[in-house]
């Protein structure tokens, strides 16, 4: 994952579950490096729009994520490879994403 | 994978190699059911370019690739589910995704 200029630090343990709370959908994997979710759309449009929403604002946030798309479904993943786990900027971009798929205001 | 109207018929082998020698850069599956390649290009800004130019005649074609994208990377998988393998729509969408890709005009 690409990172902000300012250098983000590894979140410990607490801070991951304290940002997770404040998240619907998002799992963490074992090593507490990254947090993944499925979104699913009604059809590829939908999907898409959505990846087109988070893409914006990954690329301003110049954070990016690992994604996979089939037809209405989107698989994201998150983490800070230059922090080496996970960072403020996941969970941001986490929020934006539910954001662009409707899920928050 | 999504399919056009008109039932698309599953190719030989015959078809699918005459298909293949026109293209540059995709692999056949072992049984070859799927079509992949991995395109690379500078930025994600030109990844992310490069999907919303394939998803449009994606969308057009009714057929949907499977893909990933991290950063600059995106890898894409094309068969034609309802046919159980290749079809000519899957040579058709990777025609396209080289031409939005700027591999062909």
Redesign the interface.
């Known amino acids: 994952?690409?990172h902000d200029d300012m250098k983000q630090e590894k979140l410990e343990r607490s801070a991951i579950d304290s940002q997770l709370a404040g998240l619907a959908g998002w799992s963490l994997d074992d090593g507490w490096t990254s947090i993944s979710k499925t979104f699913k759309f009604a059809s590829?449009?939908e999907a898409?729009g959505f990846?087109?929403k988070a893409?914006l604002v990954?690329?301003k946030l110049n954070h990016?994520?690992?994604?996979?798309?089939?037809?209405s479904r989107v698989e994201v993943k998150l983490n800070t490879h230059d922090a080496g786990g996970l960072t403020e900027l996941d969970f941001k971009l986490a929020k934006a994403m539910d954001k662009a798929a409707g899920q928050i205001d």
């Open positions: 994952m690409e590829f449009v898409f990846m087109t893409a990954a690329e990016h994520p690992e994604w996979f798309n089939v037809y």
